[in-house]
């Protein structure tokens, strides 16, 4: 980020105060008929410390995290869909086909992580610890993970597959 042409800041999405990781906001220094103030991205971030290898002193951003309106909040924690999908489809066990289920009937919210196996011989006991470690680790947070078998997992005939659900009653939404 070039400090002469931009000053960036990142901010915490629901207050607007700053923050370690958060919202990337840009405010413009050059433009003069058409000035940007404080704009906000909606892309999540943080700042990268220290020199650049090439030498460069400006300030840089680290590669954005997610989006602030793709952002679940479970029990205090931010959780991007993305980082689960990664380590979904990071492990050769499963499919590439999950719905992540948000369980809001308590006070605090519990995420269910639904995978599908790629084959019916896997080993569920190996496949579930090891996922379920993984999205600890990338996570921060404990999360429920539903296996599934092969085809299980609902799918989508026509537009943007549909992978976050919610659950605010007895009934099922998945």
């Known amino acids: 980020m070039f400090d002469d042409v931009f000053l960036p800041e990142i901010v915490d999405p629901e207050t607007g105060e700053p ?3 958060g919202e990337l906001v840009v405010t413009t220094l050059t433009k003069e008929a058409m000035p940007v103030l404080r704009y906000r991205t909606g892309d999540v971030t943080q700042f990268v410390d220290g020199p650049c290898a090439c030498g460069r002193t400006h300030r840089r951003i680290a590669r954005l995290a997610g989006r602030v ?5 479970i029990r205090g924690v931010n959780v991007f869909p993305s980082a689960i999908e990664a380590v979904v489809l990071d492990d050769p066990a499963l499919a590439g086909h999950y719905a992540l289920v948000v369980d809001r009937r308590a006070a605090l919210a519990n995420l269910e992580v639904h995978c599908e196996l790629a084959s019916a011989g896997s080993d569920r006991d190996d496949v579930f610890r ?7 680790e990338r996570l921060r947070l404990r999360v429920d993970v539903r296996l599934a078998d092969p085809g299980a997992i609902p799918r989508q005939e026509v537009g943007k597959a549909k992978r976050v659900f919610e659950r605010v009653g007895d009934a099922d939404p998945f």
């Open 19 to 21: 923050a370690d990781t």
């Open 69 to 73: 309106d793709d952002m679940l909040v």
């Open 130 to 136: 090891r996922i379920v470690a993984r999205l600890e």
